[in-house]
């Protein structure tokens, strides 16, 4: 069964596309670790793990409160990382320098970059955009990713094909669009 692990957050609902319809276990909330460690090693190497929402290099965020406006620790850190190794390739994660997280603790499959989900950070990487556009071209990536997955496309092939869907062609597609690796 596919494990998802995706904090609850706002700005990142539309990512639920990339699971929705399908069997799979649904982690919201922070486990101990030993529960997380548990749940990782307990999906099956065909299965994949989705690692979904909010993060930095140190690994994924949470809030313990929906409306907090900062976060409140780490679900998935350097703690988990031995276990997520183990699972081999079959790894999506996809929140701000998942990438980097996933260097650092050599884990492998498909990772994105920065990915700008808000204005704020639009504006700190001098992405011209509007909150209208933000909304509705980060469904596009949703829907767009969710299709490549669905067609059983390699996890590494994903990066250069997710490129070739962006039918919008913006400043603002163009930068998420090409923050997706594989490593």
Request: glycine share 6%; aromatic share 8%.
């Amino acid at each position: 069964m596919t494990l998802v692990i995706h904090p609850k957050d706002n700005t990142t609902l539309m990512l639920q596309m990339l699971y929705e319809g399908s069997e799979l276990q649904l982690i919201t909330a922070p486990l101990s670790r030993r529960q997380m460690r548990r749940c990782i090693r307990n999906t099956g190497a065909q299965e994949r793990i989705f690692l979904l929402g909010h993060g930095s290099a140190a690994g994924l965020l949470y809030r313990s409160a929906e409306e907090e406006a900062a976060f409140s620790g780490l679900i998935i850190s350097h703690a988990h990382a031995f276990p997520l190794r183990r699972h081999g390739a079959n790894l999506v994660g996809i929140w701000c320098n998942a990438v980097d997280f996933a260097r650092k603790e050599s884990l492998h499959g498909l990772f994105s970059g920065m990915i700008i989900s808000e204005l704020e950070e639009a504006r700190e990487y001098g992405v011209y955009t509007t909150q209208e556009e933000l909304n509705c071209e980060n469904v596009n990536l949703a829907k767009n990713l969710r299709f490549l997955l669905d067609a059983q496309v390699p996890l590494c092939d994903i990066p250069a094909r997710l490129q070739e869907l962006d039918e919008s062609d913006s400043e603002l597609t163009r930068f998420n669009y090409k923050n997706f690796f594989y490593l």
